[in-house]
Each structure stands twice: as structure tokens, then as C-alpha cells.
């Protein structure tokens, strides 16, 4: 009887403790980061830097020619990247890195580039707190033509994380976790404009459209030779 008792009350505090990680409330919160792409989990546990991480994806689909989309896991609880799903991680699409350069031209307003150099965040040539970064995600995506230098629509945008070669992938936590929260808060603001409603509550139908109007799309660039203008933002006003 005794040991009954302690594996009940093992149970339901191992079920609580695992439902209490689960970030968001709904598989299609979950899913909002990799658009329900089949995805291949990117092995992080041998991956150190910007530098392993970039020639693995290299290797991956430029030599190797995955079909499969890369992908890693971000636990909210430790806020880290992780490489497996347990305790609520949730999967999290990383774009594969340019096979050829040359064909490649990018419309730099449709990119939001977060750049890690030192201990700064700088973003459009400015230095800003770690916490403002959901502010710009919002500023990039629901845009609308109202601030130079951001995409005006939704849709085609992406997400540029730039540090140096050698850098820890690590040290790109707290951002990440910023990047996830700003995009899921911009996201919902995105469904209520159009539908609404909430993200859990949207049928088929306006699920389909969403997706088709804005879609998660996050890269890691390096860069050796950063030179920015450093200007501290004060002006962080939605």
C-alpha cells in the first residue's frame, strides 16, 4: 500500500512538473517556429560554437544534400538550446546555410539582423537592451510602411543572428529566447488583427492563411570585422 501511495504521488508530480514546461498552450504554438515542416534535429550536444554549427549545416545540405530542414530544440525552462524534446523543449526551424553566395541577394529590409558583438546587442546600428528585442521582432513583422528600415508586410521576413566565428553557440541563448517570445507575442497580434482571435483558436482554414502570411525564418551569420555605429536606442515606442 505504501509503495502504491509514493507512485501515485511520483506520478502526478512528475505530471505536473512536466505539464508546468510546456511553453505555450496549443500544438499550433508549438509548431509556430517550424511551420510544421518535417524538420532533423540539429546535434547540438557536439556543436560548441558558431563555427561547428555552420560547417555541420554546411556539410549537411551542401554536401551532403539533406532533404530534411534543420532544426533545434529550445528548452523555456533553462532557456537554452537543446537537442531533444524533453521537458517541453519545443523545435525550432534554423535555415540551412547558402550552398552558393553569388546567386543570393537579399532584400535587407525584410531582414531584422541582431547582432552579438562583445557583450552588445546592436540592432540597425544601435546598442539595445536584451528585453527590447521583442519590440523590433514586432517592428519587423507589423511594420506597415510606418518605420524605414523594416519590412512593410508580414510575410518573407526573416531573423539574422550575426557574432564571430568563434563565439560560443551558447552565448545566443537569452537572445533566442527573445527572438521566441517576441515572435509568439507578434504572432497572436497578428491573428487577432486578422481573425480575431487567439492562435488555439483558429479553424483549418484561417490557419492555412496565417501561415501563409507569416512564417518564422531564423539564420546564424558570422562576422569577423564588426564595426557598427554604436548608437544607444532610446526611442523603443510600439
Given at each position: 500500500?505504501?509503495?502504491?501511495?509514493?507512485?501515485?504521488v511520483?506520478?502526478?508530480?512528475?505530471?505536473?512538473?512536466?505539464?508546468?514546461?510546456?511553453?505555450?498552450?496549443?500544438?499550433?504554438?508549438?509548431?509556430?517556429?517550424?511551420?510544421?515542416?518535417?524538420?532533423?534535429?540539429?546535434?547540438?550536444?557536439?556543436?560548441?560554437?558558431?563555427?561547428?554549427?555552420?560547417?555541420?549545416?554546411?556539410n549537411?545540405?551542401?554536401?551532403?544534400?539533406?532533404t530534411?530542414?534543420?532544426?533545434?530544440?529550445?528548452?523555456?525552462?533553462?532557456?537554452?538550446?537543446?537537442?531533444?524534446?524533453?521537458?517541453?523543449?519545443?523545435?525550432?526551424?534554423?535555415?540551412?546555410?547558402?550552398?552558393?553566395?553569388?546567386?543570393?541577394?537579399?532584400?535587407?529590409?525584410?531582414?531584422?539582423?541582431?547582432?552579438?558583438?562583445?557583450?552588445?546587442?546592436?540592432?540597425?546600428?544601435?546598442r539595445?537592451?536584451l528585453?527590447?528585442?521583442?519590440?523590433?521582432?514586432?517592428?519587423?513583422?507589423?511594420?506597415?510602411?510606418?518605420?524605414?528600415?523594416?519590412?512593410?508586410?508580414?510575410?518573407?521576413?526573416?531573423?539574422?543572428?550575426?557574432?564571430?566565428?568563434?563565439?560560443?553557440?551558447?552565448?545566443?541563448?537569452?537572445?533566442?529566447?527573445?527572438?521566441?517570445?517576441?515572435?509568439?507575442?507578434?504572432?497572436?497580434?497578428?491573428?487577432?488583427?486578422?481573425?480575431?482571435?487567439?492562435?488555439?483558436?483558429?479553424?483549418?482554414?484561417?490557419w492555412?492563411?496565417?501561415?501563409?502570411?507569416?512564417?518564422?525564418?531564423?539564420?546564424?551569420?558570422?562576422?569577423?570585422?564588426v564595426?557598427?555605429?554604436?548608437?544607444?536606442?532610446?526611442?523603443?515606442?510600439?
Open positions: 500500500m505504501n509503495f502504491l501511495r509514493i507512485a501515485l511520483t506520478f502526478f508530480a512528475t505530471t505536473l512538473i512536466i505539464s508546468g514546461c510546456k511553453p505555450y498552450k496549443c500544438s499550433r504554438e508549438n509548431s509556430l517556429f517550424t511551420s510544421n515542416y518535417l524538420v532533423k534535429p540539429i546535434p547540438f550536444d557536439s556543436l560548441s560554437s558558431v563555427k561547428s554549427t555552420l560547417s555541420y549545416l554546411h549537411s545540405y551542401c554536401v551532403g544534400r539533406d530534411l530542414l534543420p532544426a533545434f530544440y529550445f528548452n523555456f525552462q533553462k532557456n537554452k538550446i537543446s537537442s531533444s524534446s524533453r521537458w517541453g523543449a519545443i523545435p525550432v526551424l534554423l535555415e540551412p546555410v547558402p550552398c552558393d553566395l553569388e546567386r543570393i541577394e537579399y532584400d535587407l529590409n525584410s531582414i531584422l539582423e541582431i547582432n552579438l558583438d562583445g557583450n552588445n546587442i546592436l540592432i540597425e546600428g544601435k539595445v537592451p528585453d527590447s528585442i521583442t519590440t523590433y521582432i514586432t517592428y519587423q513583422y507589423l511594420n506597415y510602411g510606418r518605420r524605414e528600415g523594416f519590412s512593410e508586410y508580414p510575410t518573407g521576413n526573416g531573423i539574422w543572428l550575426i557574432t564571430e566565428l568563434n563565439r560560443p553557440i551558447s552565448d545566443l541563448n537569452d537572445i533566442i529566447g527573445e527572438v521566441l517570445k517576441g515572435y509568439h507575442q507578434t504572432s497572436q497580434t497578428l491573428s487577432y488583427g486578422l481573425f480575431g482571435k487567439n492562435i488555439c483558436d483558429l479553424d483549418e482554414e484561417e492555412k492563411k496565417f501561415n501563409q502570411r507569416m512564417q518564422f525564418r531564423l539564420s546564424i551569420k558570422y562576422s569577423d570585422e564595426e557598427p555605429t554604436i548608437q544607444i536606442d532610446n526611442s523603443l515606442q510600439p
